[in-house]
């Protein structure tokens, strides 16, 4: 039985759309900023998730009524940099392996809030991990 005084501590998994998410971004920023700036950035994100197994809680995302559940909005700056990045969760309390965060997207800040179309392809990266 978990003592009332220990944290949760969640398992942190990426969908497949994530990791394709985070591949693209890096590739974008190898592309345009070099080596250097593609693997703080992406270094920096891992940390950022990493946060979030004792850290969850964050605000709702403008698109969780959209997408029919409790998704969250993790905001993530490379350190140096203006442009930011959304990272889009949800938390499962109770799954086979424990508590556990699933990110199912990273988004480019500009790219701005999730449209119709998009949500459809999510909802069945959702569905990956039990939604």
């Not at 969850?56 to 993790?74: D, F, N, T, Y």
């Amino acid at each position: 039985m978990a003592n009332e005084d220990t944290p949760t501590v969640y398992a942190v998994r990426l969908t497949n759309r994530a990791r394709a998410d985070v591949e693209y971004h890096h590739d974008r920023l190898l592309t345009f900023s070099g080596q250097k700036v593609a693997s703080e950035w992406e270094d920096g994100l891992y940390e950022a998730l990493s946060h979030l197994a004792t850290g969850p809680l964050r605000p709702l995302a403008m698109e969780a009524a959209l997408l029919g559940h409790e998704v969250r909005s993790l905001p993530y700056c490379r350190p140096g940099s203006q442009a930011a990045h959304r990272i889009l969760y949800v938390i499962r309390e109770e799954t086979p392996d424990g508590p556990m965060v699933v990110v199912f997207h990273i988004r480019h800040a500009s790219a701005g809030p999730l449209q119709s179309y998009e949500v459809r392809d999510l909802a069945s990266d959702l569905e990956e991990f039990g939604q």
